[in-house]
């Protein structure tokens, strides 16, 4: 039942995101939204930032999950470069959430929090790579730069609304890692 009940305050706080900023949301607003009283919202969440950091925390586990599930590092196969970055743009199309994270990037926390963890992934995935310490350090800057780019193409497609399509978006993604940004 509890699980049930988070549940149900994290999809009425994700619907909520459609039309509001995500730290003007109340907890009174999901808890009404879900269908359940106040003191059931406090007695799941401590306030309304736990609920923020848990919803974040869930939204990066699946993002994480879509990585592991088409990891290529080091593999250079376009296919599954493009299915990555489809999936990855399809994730953020459908989180109202996501979508005014990437929009705005007023919340810095969510983008360090989700660079900090995506750095810790690159360096577990380099070190258990037979490479010297120079040559993971230039993969792991090379790493950086192309997620300082994932990031700033998500701003400016969730900016303009979606307009285009995740796979459009996924294309233009692979070529620039695929190929880097001198072809262009």
Known sequence: MRAQTDEDLMTAFELLCRNKEPEKITAIEVAKRAGVTRSTFYNHFADMYDLIETYEDRMLDGIFDILREYDNFGKNDAQVTRKFFSTLCRYVKN????????????????????????????????????????ERQVSSYIHAYALGG???????????????????????????????????
């Open 95 to 134: 989180s109202n959430y996501l979508i005014r994270r990437f929009r705005t990037l007023t919340t810095v926390r969510f983008i360090e929090k989700a660079l900090g963890r995506f750095h810790g992934y690159v360096e577990r995935l380099l070190s258990s790579q037979k490479s010297t310490p120079a």
């Open 150 to 184: 994932l990031v700033g193409i998500l701003h400016k497609w969730t900016s303009e609304d979606c307009a285009d399509s995740p796979e459009a978006v996924a294309f233009v993604l692979t070529r620039i890692y695929m190929t880097g940004i001198s072809m262009f």
